[in-house]
T-cell receptor
Framework: NAGVTQTPKFRVLKTGQSMTLLCAQDMNHEYMYWYRQDPGMGLRLIHYSVGEGTTAKGEVPDGYNVSRLKKQNFLLGLESAAPSQTSVYFC???????????FGEGSRLTVL | GESVGLHLPTLSVQEGDNSIINCAYSNSASDYFIWYKQESGKGPQFIIDIRSNMDKRQGQRVTVLLNKTVKHLSLQIAATQPGDSAVYFCAETAASGTYKYIFGTGTRLKVLA
């Protein structure tokens, strides 16, 4: 059982480039989330989805877009990367009937 | 390398001793709390949770205490082991089962041999 899988694990971009992070979960969870984690700060919610075909903004959505075309996948896109988006990104999923969030291993993004 | 965890408060504990990690939560309406462990280069892992109708919950070697009066949560780890070295953080929500989690910044636990 793989749980939550994120790809890629590492990426270096130049300012202005675009990229997509993929999150896949095999637990049939309804809810999926994208967080970013920066030094000295707690996890901050970027976007989330409460079901296939639905997405919503979280706490820090600017500069990111998401899509949930399939229940098991949640994509995070950066259309024009900026150095301020250098961070570690975590995907998580949960079942609305419980409270526990299951996290992926993280994707470290550096924007030069 | 590890960028997560810089500037975090650090608790250093001798191997075999008990550890107590504290968390002050912000929302008096929060009714569900989770402790996570995050090892270097890995995603957060669930340790233990507690609902607001309880003030104590025990797991294997871990105990969570909840004091709603002062909005305080603590994680106690018994007989701390080297494998317990990690960053620990709490999360709270007033709406369990939705997206509305608030995460603390974390405490680094260092286990001394």
């Amino acid at each position: 059982n793989a749980g939550v899988t994120q790809t890629p694990k590492f990426r270096v971009l130049k300012t202005g480039q675009s990229m997509t992070l993929l999150c896949a979960q095999d637990m049939n969870h309804e809810y999926m989330y994208w967080y970013r984690q920066d030094p000295g700060m707690g996890l901050r919610l970027i976007h989330y989805s409460v079901g296939e075909g639905t997405t919503a903004k979280g706490e820090v959505p600017d500069g990111y877009n998401v899509s949930r075309l399939k229940k098991q996948n949640f994509l995070l896109g950066l259309e024009s990367a900026a150095p301020s988006q250098t961070s570690v990104y975590f995907c998580a999923s949960s079942d609305p009937g419980t409270g526990e969030l299951f996290f992926g291993e993280g994707s470290r993004l550096t924007v030069l | 390398g590890e960028s997560v965890g810089l500037h975090l408060p650090t608790l250093s504990v001798q191997e075999g001793d008990n550890s107590i990690i504290n968390c002050a939560y912000s929302n008096s309406a929060s009714d569900y709390f989770i402790w996570y462990k995050q090892e270097s280069g890995k995603g957060p892992q669930f340790i233990i949770d507690i609902r607001s109708n309880m003030d104590k919950r025990q797991g294997q070697r871990v105990t969570v205490l909840l004091n709603k009066t002062v909005k305080h949560l603590s994680l106690q780890i018994a007989a701390t082991q080297p494998g317990d070295s990690a960053v620990y953080f709490c999360a709270e929500t007033a709406a369990s089962g939705t997206y509305k989690y608030i995460f603390g910044t974390g405490t680094r636990l260092k286990v001394l041999a």
